[in-house]
């Protein structure tokens, strides 16, 4: 019979611990929708995890709203293709006006709320958004790297010109 040495053990140990690890991030922090009623009006103060394109921007490079040309309707149809071409991400919610979706990181699965809330006013269509972390007391920069992303990737992107009524 063969005598079975440390490092299975080992590796056993600390696939165990892992996967225990992805269990007790996914109970403390479960999904919870963020409705359109409910979207946040700022960031948590001096919070080192959040980041706010909106009328009390926060570590969003003083954006206050991404303003475009263009249909409630085909806005968000654009909103929901950037989020969709992102790694690791799920939308949760969805309304005409608002799309909720987390995005997990890649190794613990942490997850981040992400959340574009668009409307009319003066023809065109106005975003919000919120990137946020669930957990801990840092993100490293990750969520407002996501927000002016998102930033970019909208005010570059080309759309039928129209009126948003």
């Not at 696939?15 to 996914?26: C, G, P, R, T, V």
């Not at 979706?101 to 992400?114: A, E």
């Not at 970019?152 to 129209?162: D, L, R």
Request: with cysteine.
């Amino acid at each position: 019979m063969r005598k079975k040495g440390p490092l299975p053990l080992f590796a056993l140990g600390l696939a165990s611990l892992y996967f225990l690890s992805i269990i007790s991030i996914q109970i403390a922090a479960p999904d919870k929708l963020i409705q359109p009623d409910d979207f946040p009006s700022e960031c948590p103060t001096e919070s080192l995890n959040c980041s706010m394109i909106g009328p009390k921007h926060y570590r969003s490079d003083n954006l206050t709203e991404l303003r475009i040309n263009s249909s409630l309707e085909d806005v968000m149809v654009e909103v929901r293709r950037w989020i969709s071409s992102q790694p690791g991400t799920e939308i949760i919610g969805e309304w005409p006006g608002q799309t909720h979706s987390v995005f997990r990181t890649l190794m613990f699965r942490f997850p981040d709320d992400f959340v574009v809330r668009g409307f009319c006013e003066g023809g065109s269509t106005v975003l919000h958004i919120y990137s946020k972390s669930r957990l801990g007391v840092s993100d490293l920069g990750v969520n407002k790297a996501r927000v002016l992303s998102f930033n970019e990737y909208m005010s570059n992107i080309e759309m039928a010109t129209s009126d948003c009524i």
